[in-house]
């Protein structure tokens, strides 16, 4: 007898959408350092791959960033959440309470963003959905009434990630290069 699982393959019993993951969000420890670096380190390569416009990590970087995150885990103003599965740490958040005008304008509190990364393995289950989720949540509840963080321009799942949890473009940012192809090389 030929089952059916060996004719029309799991994907017959079992959809995507039917298997959820048991996410816990959680404060960052000092247990998750090493996995941090990891998602940091991939976060890295992964701008890197979008566009080598964007800076290199420099060595050690990524140890460093995640001994910050550790060092900062009770720093009222920051926030920075790890997702498990499994026991496993497979993304994280980090986010700032920040005045998005310091000194010149009327004084906004705000929610800033600052790095969010999940494991390609673990994408499209609801893992960064839920880590945003409870960033508001967290955000909410310090007083703030608007987040904001950046993208990059050629991530193109990224934008429409930020766009399904609410985000919308304020300011577009750029940069000329200074290298021959800008207006200081043009001859008038």
Same mark, same amino acid.
Do not use: C
């Given at each position: ?21 048991? %996410?816990? %969000?959680?404060? &960052? ?7 941090? +670096? ?6 890295? +390569? ?10 290199? +990590? ?19 103003? !920051?926030?920075?959440? &790890?997702?498990? &599965?499994?026991?496993? =740490? ?6 700032? =309470? ?14 800033? %963003?600052?790095?969010?990364? &999940? ?14 989720? !409870? ?8 007083? =703030? ?5 950046? =993208?990059? +321009? !050629? ?14 473009? %304020? ?18």
């Amino acid at each position: 007898m030929i089952l059916p699982s060996l004719v029309l393959g799991w994907e017959f019993f079992f959809s995507y959408s039917e298997i959820a993951l048991e %996410i816990v %969000i959680r404060p &960052v420890e000092p247990k998750d350092e090493s996995a941090i +670096a990891r998602l940091w380190q991939a976060l890295s +390569a992964y701008h890197e791959s979008l566009d080598a416009r964007l800076p290199p +990590a420099v060595p050690g970087a990524a140890e460093r960033y995640a001994a910050r995150l550790v060092e900062r885990r009770d720093d009222p103003f !920051t926030r920075a959440l &790890v997702a498990e &599965v499994n026991g496993q =740490v497979v993304g994280y958040i980090l986010g700032a =309470v920040i005045d998005l005008h310091p000194d010149l304008f009327q004084h906004v509190d705000a929610g800033f %963003i600052a790095d969010i990364y &999940v494991d390609p393995a673990f994408r499209r289950q609801g893992v960064a959905r839920q880590l945003v989720r !409870t960033m508001y949540r967290w955000f909410s509840k310090q007083g =703030v009434q608007q987040v904001e963080w950046q =993208v990059a +321009a !050629t991530n193109a799942e990224g934008i429409r990630f930020w766009e399904a949890v609410g985000g919308e473009p %304020i300011m577009v940012r750029m940069r000329a290069s200074l290298d021959g192809k800008s207006l200081l090389s043009n001859k008038d």
